[in-house]
């Protein structure tokens, strides 16, 4: 199978591209540098040229408090940038899995969102990755596979372990939100089964959940975090309020992803740190 990737340089880009040739698949990855996606030409003759299978779209704009500063930017990656994508595969036949977000949802629920739980994003951000499922539906169907994920992590990027770790190294403590809820997903959990969803015979279409199992906030995680790395006892977590940690795009406060599909289970995420340590003792950051 051919497979091409978007955004093949980012951290979720990367261990897709890894995962792909893994599993023998021949895979064209292209990076940001390679493939501006809200360049539609560009688009249409790279995807043109290549003849994929499948097409992974793993290019967005991921800095959530950026896009409230730059949401027109924003936009036109993860909105338009994300239809290009789409519908360039579609022009050769080939079947897109894109990748969205839990920010899709503004937090209400005390139970895990679903895929027919209606959408209410509450920053810039989850409005553009709203905008970008909208547009792969509206270029692609019949032949899309629209993935939400939730709070990424991996070794080939920044992300909040990385933070942890290196804040554990120069303060006695740290002070984390312990009241936002949500599924820590390690980017090589994600992108296998997404690599999975590629070499289905018969396609997942429409939207599915895909994130880890068990759920934490974001400071358990950083516990977590902060015990596996050996770090000095002195340095402590201490627990704080949305409220106390104002940020300039706002948070659903729950966004648990579960499925009510037949669609893979990831493992949990205590099983997705516990790998990523191991990863990133071996990877230069």
Not at 10 to 30: F, K, P, Q, S, Y
Not at 59 to 86: F, I, L, M, Q, Y
Request: hydrophobic share 45%; glycine share 10%; net charge negative.
């Amino acid at each position: 199978m051919r497979i091409l990737i978007t955004g093949a340089g980012g951290m979720l880009g990367a261990d897709v591209h890894t995962a792909a040739r893994t599993a023998a698949h021949e895979t064209i990855a292209l990076t940001r540098s390679e493939l501006d996606i809200t360049d539609a030409g560009a688009v249409r003759a790279a995807v043109g040229d290549a003849r994929p299978d499948v097409v992974i779209g793993c290019a967005a704009w991921t800095n959530v408090d950026g896009a409230e500063r730059e949401p027109e930017a924003a936009h036109a990656v993860n909105g338009p940038g994300a239809g290009n994508v789409a519908a360039a595969a579609a022009a050769c036949g080939a079947w897109t899995i894109h990748v969205s977000t839990d920010y899709v949802f503004d937090g209400a629920k005390r139970t895990p969102y679903l895929e027919s739980d209606p959408v209410s994003p509450l920053s810039q951000y989850g409005r553009t990755k709203l905008a970008g499922e909208r547009a792969v539906a509206e270029h692609a169907p019949g032949a899309h596979t629209i993935v939400r994920t939730a709070w990424l992590f991996g070794a080939h990027g920044p992300c909040f372990p990385k933070t942890m770790l290196r804040l554990a190294a120069e303060r006695d403590e740290l002070t984390v939100v312990g009241d936002q809820i949500g599924c820590p997903t390690f980017t090589g959990h994600l992108a296998a089964a997404l690599v999975g969803l590629a070499e289905q015979r018969e396609r997942t279409a429409g939207v599915v959940h895909l994130a880890a199992s068990e759920e934490c906030s974001w400071c358990e995680f950083a516990q977590a975090v902060i015990e596996r790395s050996g770090a000095p006892a002195a340095t402590r977590v201490r627990p704080i309020t949305t409220a106390e940690y104002p940020t300039p795009a706002p948070r659903p406060a729950y966004s648990v992803l579960r499925t009510e599909r037949d669609a893979p289970i990831l493992p949990c995420w205590q099983d997705g740190l516990a790998s990523f340590m191991t990863e990133l003792a071996g990877v230069t950051v």
